[in-house]
C-alpha cells in the first residue's frame, strides 16, 4: 500500500514554473520496484498523464509536455516533484500524483495504483 500526499502553490501566472512535491508514505512491501508519476485532469476534460520517474531515477514523459517538464525524486526523504515550465490558462488542472507499475513485454504497459487526493492549480496573473 501507499500514501501519497500533493502540495504546492494553487495559483500561478502565466510563464511561470509550476513546481508540486508529492510525499509518499509507503508499507512494508519494499521487495517490488515502482515507478511515481504525476497526472491532471482540467475541468470538464479527459485525464492526461503527464509523466513517471522509477526507482533508479529514469523519466518518462508525455510527449506533447516533454519540453515542459521535469520530474525528480529524491529517495532519502520519499518526495518526488514536478516542474512544469511556461505555465499558461490551458495548463490550470487538478494535478495528481500516483503511484505507477510497469510492465514490459513486446511493448510496455504502465498504469496507476495509488494516487493523491488532488490539488487543483489555477494559471492567472
Known amino acids: 500500500q501507499a500514501q501519497l500526499q500533493e502540495s504546492g502553490p494553487r495559483l500561478v501566472k502565466p510563464l511561470q514554473t509550476l513546481s508540486l512535491t508529492c510525499t509518499v508514505s509507503?508499507?512494508?512491501?519494499?521487495?517490488?520496484?515502482?515507478?511515481w508519476g504525476w497526472t491532471r485532469q482540467p475541468t470538464g476534460k479527459e485525464l492526461e498523464w503527464i509523466g513517471y520517474?522509477?526507482?533508479?531515477?529514469?523519466?518518462y514523459y508525455s510527449p506533447p509536455l516533454k519540453s515542459r517538464i521535469s520530474i525528480s525524486r529524491d529517495m532519502s526523504t520519499n518526495h518526488f516533484t514536478l516542474q512544469l515550465s511556461s505555465m499558461t490558462p490551458e495548463d490550470a488542472a487538478v494535478y495528481h500524483c500516483a503511484r505507477a507499475q510497469r510492465l514490459c513485454g513486446a511493448t510496455c504497459r504502465v498504469w496507476f495504483d495509488y494516487w493523491g487526493q488532488g490539488i487543483q492549480v489555477t494559471v492567472s496573473s
Open positions: 509507503v508499507g512494508s512491501d519494499t521487495t517490488n520496484s515502482y515507478y
Open positions: 520517474i522509477s526507482d533508479s531515477g529514469s523519466a
